[in-house]
């Protein structure tokens, strides 16, 4: 059996329908000035040109393993990259963004000069529009590091940069179990949480990866997701940390706010239905799995409380007392 480094790094690529991008995200890995072990690519089910893509990079590059799935998502396929992985380190790359030449050297050498204390390390990034030039849109510098629970429960993912950013000890994603594929927005956040819990975090400030912008890319479905798809999923990723007393105090009131928010901003948009999805909000609340989301409000009058007096008359107006109960 061949001796593996102990700062070896394996990569994991998820990919569905990806050909048009596929060939520069593969060249910024076979170029890294730390060579990576070994890379898992995960073809999610695509229909184009990606496997024939994959094909010829294998024929050239002994490294490259392909697994082929079915439409699974996000999660199933880096979770099914992950298990091929051996090296004691594990980074994560979407097949539509691209690694600056020294990614992996500037990111292991951090793991090794901060000690086994650091689980995960990520990343300054910049974002790169279709054709790969520079995007309009404004980076996110890093600033997380450290015991940083606390922080990604208030803040949300404050980890910049996407996956793609990220390098994990593969140990660590055994303990915590890799990505929760139960859900569709906000897995990154949810492990990043897992893994806050048993390990600290730190970052090059370099950008060392760029993240593409496009129709298609998982930063641009994440802004068309309903507001209120998000909530739920958010819900649905704090409730382990409710459930064993570890969310801080001010995060549920900041949490009823958001939800109220999403019910007005909903109402200025289209008064009529907008008064109908408030009603349907609080009621999916209700019925969630999520203990945390049950808790927010006690009830209907509970919810409609929180709004602007003028509103909150309005709708009394409108509707009988008793279906505020």
Not at 21 to 39: I, N
Not at 62 to 87: E, F, M, Q, W, Y
Not at 101 to 128: H, P, W
Not at 180 to 209: K, Q
Request: glycine share 6%; charged share 25%; with cysteine.
């Amino acid at each position: 059996m061949d001796t593996i480094e102990p700062f070896a790094v394996d990569v994991v690529i998820p990919v569905r329908d990806g050909a048009r991008y596929l060939r520069q995200c593969l060249d910024s890995v076979m170029t890294q000035t730390r060579p990576v072990r070994a890379v898992v690519a995960v073809d999610d089910g695509s229909t184009d040109a990606t496997p024939d893509i994959l094909a010829d990079y294998q024929q050239r590059w002994p490294g490259l393993d392909v697994v082929r799935t079915g439409k699974r998502g996000l999660p199933h396929a880096r979770n099914s990259g992950i298990a091929r992985c051996r090296a004691p380190f594990v980074a994560f790359l979407d097949s539509d963004d691209v690694w600056a030449a020294n990614k992996m050297e500037r990111q292991l050498d951090l793991f090794a000069a901060r000690g086994s204390t650091v689980g995960f390390v990520y990343c300054g990034y910049n974002l790169i529009d279709e054709q790969g030039g520079p995007s309009p849109t404004r980076a996110t510098a890093p600033t997380l590091r450290g015991d940083a629970l606390d922080d990604l429960l208030l803040g949300g993912n404050l980890i910049s940069g996407s996956g793609s950013a990220v390098v994990v000890r593969r140990s660590l994603l055994e303990q915590t179990g890799g990505f929760d594929e139960r859900l569709t927005f906000a897995e990154d956040w949810d492990l990043w949480l897992r893994l806050a819990e048993l390990s600290r975090v730190d970052f090059v400030p370099e950008p060392l990866v760029a993240i593409r912008l496009h129709r298609e890319s998982m930063q641009h479905r994440k802004t068309r997701h309903r507001l209120k798809q998000q909530l739920l999923q958010r819900l649905r990723v704090l409730d382990r940390w409710y459930l064993r007393g570890k969310l801080p105090p001010a995060l549920p009131p900041q949490i009823r706010k958001d939800v109220v928010s999403i019910a007005i901003g909903e109402i200025w948009r289209a008064p009529l239905a907008g008064w109908l999805h408030a009603w349907e909000l609080i009621a999916d609340l209700k019925r969630s799995e999520s203990s945390l989301a049950r808790s927010l409000f006690s009830s209907r009058a509970d919810f409609f409380r929180e709004f602007p007096p003028r509103m909150a008359a309005a709708l009394r107006r409108a509707l009988p007392s008793q279906r505020l109960r």
